[in-house]
């Protein structure tokens, strides 16, 4: 390029630099970057200063290494604002939104949909969520920064598929990283675990990463009876792909291999017991209707779980209680931002853990008397929006039935595009279910 061509277009592009960089600026509202729209100027304009290394008199290899290293510390750092700032990718790692997401996708979270959350724990190892492959955490707590949200183009809506920190992530087991904290210690009690096993704790932003469908919003009140959705005392239509169990007798025979293969029915999740010719699988309502036309199979019936005599412990609010079940399920209400929750020690439960590790609070029960920072109340004015989600399959998934609200500070984006998609269980080409790749997530 021509000295004259490069005047010529060093004006544009500065211009069109300086405009994109102050824009971002603004939006994260850190000021003080600002200083390097100087920087900007004298690479552009004023051209002052050699930003070059041959005034130091380095040897030319070494200059080489270094300037390869601005290169890789530059590009570091545009993918990491990338990944923060506007979307990442995630991989489903299980069946729990089937037939919405399934096992083996790929998707794009956009970041920008609900608002950039900014870092809480800033000292990290880039691309590592919360562990390094040994097992060892990835990430420092000595700087530890308070919760913060950009602006977005939107906010959550009913019918989302939203990816958020896992809230009750905040402590595992270590020699169970897959498993519940709060379900191994209802189990077995919390003396045992602590003394048996090596626990860890992480901050809200270093929890596991979760995807389900937003159903309810702040200030909603949700109902599940008999395995349907009611928002606000209004039904839910399910949306497309929601799974439900299902009983399905055959007239003495196992349906067979090729029929299952044509509806994608892994055969590994069919469960057949041949006294009864009944086969126990998960349907949508179109694979439903489509075996009811069957001339093999004699009925279908949808599973619901009754209401049980005794605590289900899985259940929230894991409370005597509440004798609530994954189909039979509050009514409870979703608490919002400003709401003032009139407390006793029956509704407790329901928010014990929203003021104590969501709000982070001291919360004791004495007697009949709620100390909040030892101070008795029966009121608490809530700090944040939360909201309730579900899996689309429906009985195969730990969702807000099981350990209740999302809070606002642990949701990450919305899903929006699944980029690929790849059989969990085959490798190659064998594996890639084409007809799902640049789908919309819906």
Same mark, same amino acid.
């Given at each position: /390029?021509?000295?004259?061509?490069?005047?010529?277009? &060093?004006?544009?592009?500065?211009?069109?630099?300086?405009?994109?960089?102050?824009?971002?600026?603004?939006?994260?509202?850190?000021?003080?970057?600002?200083?390097?729209?100087?920087?900007?100027?004298?690479?552009?304009?004023?051209?002052?200063?050699?930003?070059?290394?041959?005034?130091?008199?380095?040897?030319? @290899?070494?200059?080489?290494?270094?300037?390869? /290293?601005?290169?890789?510390?530059?590009?570091?750092?545009?993918?990491?604002?990338?990944?923060?700032?506007?979307?990442?990718?995630?991989?489903?790692?299980?069946?729990? /939104?089937?037939?919405?997401?399934?096992?083996?996708?790929?998707?794009?979270?956009?970041?920008?949909?609900?608002?950039?959350?900014?870092?809480?724990?800033?000292?990290?190892?880039?691309?590592?969520?919360?562990?390094?492959?040994?097992?060892? @955490?990835? !990430?420092?707590?000595?700087?530890?920064?308070?919760? #913060? =949200?950009?602006?977005?183009?939107?906010?959550?809506?009913?019918?989302?598929?939203?990816?958020?920190?896992?809230?009750?992530?905040?402590?595992?087991?270590?020699?169970?990283?897959?498993?519940?904290? !709060?379900?191994?210690?209802?189990?077995?009690?919390?003396?045992?675990?602590?003394?048996?096993?090596?626990?860890?704790?992480?901050?809200?932003?270093?929890?596991?990463?979760?995807?389900?469908?937003?159903? +309810?919003?702040?200030?909603?009140?949700?109902?599940?009876?008999?395995?349907?959705?009611?928002?606000? $005392?209004?039904?839910?239509?399910?949306?497309?792909?929601?799974?439900? &169990?299902?009983?399905?007798?055959?007239? %003495?025979?196992?349906?067979?291999?090729?029929?299952?293969?044509?509806? &994608?029915?892994?055969?590994?999740?069919?469960?057949?017991?041949?006294?009864?010719?009944?086969?126990?699988?998960?349907?949508?309502?179109?694979?439903?209707?489509?075996? &009811?036309?069957?001339?093999?199979?004699?009925?279908?019936?949808?599973?619901?779980?009754?209401?049980?005599?005794?605590?289900?412990?899985?259940?929230?609010?894991?409370?005597?209680?509440?004798?609530?079940?994954?189909?039979?399920?509050?009514?409870?209400?979703?608490? +919002?931002?400003?709401?003032?929750? #009139?407390?006793?020690?029956?509704?407790?439960?329901? !928010?014990?853990?929203?003021?104590?590790?969501?709000?982070?609070?001291?919360? =004791?029960?004495? %007697?009949?008397?709620?100390?909040?920072?030892?101070?008795?109340?029966?009121?608490? #004015?809530?700090?944040?929006?939360?909201?309730?989600?579900? %899996?689309?399959?429906?009985?195969? *998934?730990?969702? *807000?039935?099981?350990?209740?609200?999302?809070?606002?500070?642990?949701?990450? %984006?919305?899903?929006?595009?699944?980029?690929?998609?790849?059989?969990?269980?085959?490798? $190659?080409?064998?594996?890639?279910?084409?007809?799902?790749?640049?789908?919309?997530?819906?």
């Amino acid at each position: /390029m021509t000295p004259m061509r490069r005047t010529r277009w &060093r004006y544009p592009v500065f211009a069109v630099l300086l405009l994109a960089w102050t824009l971002i600026v603004i939006w994260i509202r850190c000021w003080y970057l600002l200083l390097f729209n100087l920087v900007l100027l004298d690479l552009f304009i004023t051209r002052k200063i050699d930003w070059t290394l041959r005034k130091y008199g380095l040897p030319r @290899k070494l200059q080489a290494a270094i300037e390869w /290293m601005a290169v890789l510390v530059l590009a570091l750092g545009i993918s990491l604002a990338v990944k923060i700032l506007f979307v990442e990718a995630y991989k489903i790692p299980t069946p729990s /939104m089937e037939e919405s997401l399934l096992a083996g996708d790929f998707i794009f979270v956009s970041k920008l949909a609900y608002g950039p959350r900014l870092p809480n724990t800033p000292l990290a190892i880039p691309f590592f969520h919360n562990k390094l492959p040994g097992g060892k @955490k990835s !990430y420092s707590e000595r700087i530890q920064l308070p919760y #913060r =949200r950009l602006r977005g183009f939107s906010r959550v809506r009913r019918d989302d598929v939203i990816v958020f920190n896992f809230p009750e992530g905040d402590t595992m087991v270590v020699q169970y990283p897959g498993q519940n904290y !709060y379900s191994l210690v209802r189990q077995y009690g919390r003396d045992y675990i602590r003394s048996r096993f090596e626990i860890i704790t992480h901050p809200a932003d270093k929890r596991e990463n979760y995807i389900k469908r937003c159903v +309810a919003l702040p200030g909603d009140t949700v109902l599940i009876k008999e395995g349907s959705l009611y928002v606000n $005392g209004k039904t839910r239509p399910n949306p497309p792909g929601k799974k439900f &169990r299902h009983y399905v007798t055959t007239r %003495g025979e196992r349906l067979p291999d090729k029929l299952l293969d044509s509806l &994608r029915i892994k055969q590994t999740t069919v469960t057949y017991n041949p006294v009864n010719s009944l086969h126990v699988m998960y349907l949508t309502e179109e694979k439903r209707e489509f075996l &009811r036309s069957r001339e093999e199979v004699r009925s279908i019936k949808q599973y619901v779980e009754p209401m049980l005599s005794f605590q289900n412990q899985e259940i929230f609010p894991h409370s005597d209680l509440y004798r609530w079940t994954a189909d039979h399920f509050g009514p409870l209400r979703i608490p +919002a931002r400003g709401d003032t929750l #009139r407390l006793t020690p029956e509704n407790l439960p329901l !928010y014990q853990r929203i003021i104590e590790v969501y709000e982070h609070n001291e919360l =004791r029960l004495e %007697g009949d008397r709620i100390l909040i920072n030892d101070e008795a109340s029966r009121e608490y #004015r809530v700090k944040m929006d939360y909201y309730f989600v579900l %899996g689309d399959n429906h009985h195969n *998934s730990a969702d *807000s039935r099981n350990w209740g609200f999302v809070p606002e500070d642990h949701l990450l %984006g919305k899903a929006v595009l699944i980029w690929l998609s790849l059989e969990p269980d085959q490798r $190659g080409l064998e594996g890639l279910r084409k007809e799902r790749i640049f789908s919309p997530v819906k």
